[in-house]
């Protein structure tokens, strides 16, 4: 079955210090995959996104992804955090293909909370 | 230029009751995706529109949740007899494409059954 798992449900880091969220996916072929935010109330806001290409992609707001397709893996990073970096964080997979019976449904992860320390 | 917008932002129920929650995708997306969030939990899929067509239901858990989109645009789910569980943020998606998992989603609406 699909499936998108993010082992840490809740990790809290130091202002200023390095950041690594872990994403594994189980899924037939390699999919797309995503990386979204979301604050308190607000919706989900796309980090990046990978397709095809360069494994290392970059994002928004200074984070960076690394695909690596023999550990089924795809984990987030930031170098530096900041405090408005506080938030919720989920790893998605999509389909590949465009065939009629591709729906681009998303299989998200339960998400990470980061909390960040001052 | 405007994203996906969804109304309203709260709703709070009694079980049983009827609900509608509203859509408004981006315009000219003619993709349109609904998600349940439930607490601690990532988004799951509901349902797909393509046009005005539900093009995948799968994810619909039950026959009190019904979802339409009569003209390829706005889309409203509808839950009859609503039940505590289904106490839920429901986000809407829209995409310029046919069947890509690239994705702008709403804010989201926050439902309550009590």
């Known amino acids: ?118 | 230029g405007a994203g996906v917008s969804q109304t309203p932002s709260n709703k709070v129920t009694e079980k049983g009751k009827y609900v509608e929650l509203r859509c408004d995708p981006i315009s000219g997306h003619t993709a349109l995706y609904w998600y349940r969030q439930s607490l601690g939990q990532g988004p799951e899929f509901l349902i797909y529109f393509q046009g005005t067509g539900a093009a995948d239901d799968s994810g619909l858990p039950n026959d009190r949740f019904f979802a339409v989109r009569p003209e390829g645009s706005v889309s409203t789910l509808k839950i009859q007899r609503t039940e505590r569980g289904d106490s839920a943020v429901y986000l809407c998606a829209s995409s310029p494409l046919r069947g890509s998992p690239e994705q702008y989603f709403g804010p989201g609406t926050r439902l309550t059954v009590t």
């Open chain 1, 1 to 118: 079955a699909q499936s998108v798992t993010q082992p840490d449900i809740h990790i809290t880091v130091s202002e200023g210090a390095s950041l690594e969220l872990r994403c594994n996916y189980s899924y037939g072929a390699t999919p797309y995959l995503f990386w979204y935010v979301q604050s308190p109330g607000q919706g989900l806001q796309l980090l990046l996104k990978y397709f095809s290409g360069d494994t290392l992609v970059q994002g928004i707001k200074g984070f960076e992804a690394e695909f690596k397709r023999s550990q089924s893996s795809f984990n987030l990073r930031k170098p530096s955090v900041h405090w408005s970096d506080a938030a919720e964080y989920f790893c998605a997979v999509g389909a590949r293909g465009a065939g009629s019976s591709n729906t681009g449904k998303l299989i998200f992860g339960q998400g990470t909370t980061l909390q960040v320390k001052p």
